[in-house]
């Protein structure tokens, strides 16, 4: 079955460069949620979209932005990178029909490394 | 303000023994209650749900509102229970998929 694809796996940086993510949901997924999870630590939530709306916004610094296009994909644009960048961040979908149990499948992740 | 705490770090035990692994919330209101689970080398996926109370690869888990407590329990751990274990409340109303991932435990089972 098809699953949240997530691309690169891997994105080495420089500080102040510029970092996109892509993330590519479950079909007839929804919603797409992004979270960062640096090392050592839990996964935070970031953003999430529905419908191509931004639905919710978590601890998401003003730096990064994403959104979410016609075809469900999403992409979050990191600028101004920082050291602290350095993180797996991990897309999920939903699907919010009738039969939604609230359950999110996740993509592998993408690791970013901020030299 | 909304935290999970999942105090062991690492839970090791044999194969055959209960396992139990702690999580507390602390968090305003009457949350969605989630347990996912990442094997290794496999993206993290959902265990099980508290409203669907159904029993998911021998595991369950309690809400104790009183306490703030969503344990998983298992009476007999198998070697392929190994695996990073996340408590997750789920923020804000019903579906919204903005959940609050605890710190984790790491089962350990050992033959």
């Known amino acids: 079955a098809a699953g949240v694809i997530q691309s690169p796996r891997h994105l080495i940086k420089e500080k102040r460069e510029t970092a996109t993510l892509k993330c590519y949901p479950i079909p007839r997924h929804d919603t797409v949620y992004w979270y960062q999870q640096g090392p050592g630590q839990d996964p935070q939530f970031l953003i999430s979209f529905y419908e191509k709306m931004q639905s919710d916004k978590g601890s998401i610094p003003d730096r990064f932005s994403a959104q979410q296009f016609s075809d469900y994909h999403s992409e979050l644009n990191m600028s101004s990178l920082e050291l602290g960048d350095s993180a797996l961040y991990f897309c999920a979908s939903s699907s919010t029909g009738w039969s939604n149990t609230g359950e999110l499948f996740f993509g592998e992740g993408s690791r970013l490394t901020v030299l | 303000a909304q935290r999970v705490t999942q105090p062991e770090k690492l839970l090791s035990v044999f194969k055959g023994a209960p396992v139990e692994l702690k999580c507390n919330y602390s968090?305003?209101?009457?949350?969605?209650l989630f347990w996912y689970v990442q094997y290794s080398r496999q993206r993290l996926q959902l265990l099980l749900r508290h409203i669907s109370r159904e029993s998911i690869k021998g595991f369950t888990a309690d809400l104790n509102k009183g306490e703030t407590s969503f344990h998983l329990k298992k009476p007999f751990a198998q070697e392929e229970d190994s695996a990073m274990y996340y408590c997750?409340?789920?923020?804000?109303?019903?579906?919204?998929?903005?959940?609050?991932f605890g710190q984790g435990t790491t089962l350990q089972v050992k033959p």
């Open positions: 968090y305003s209101g009457s949350p969605e």
């Open positions: 997750a409340p789920e923020m804000g109303s019903s579906n919204t998929g903005k959940l609050i």
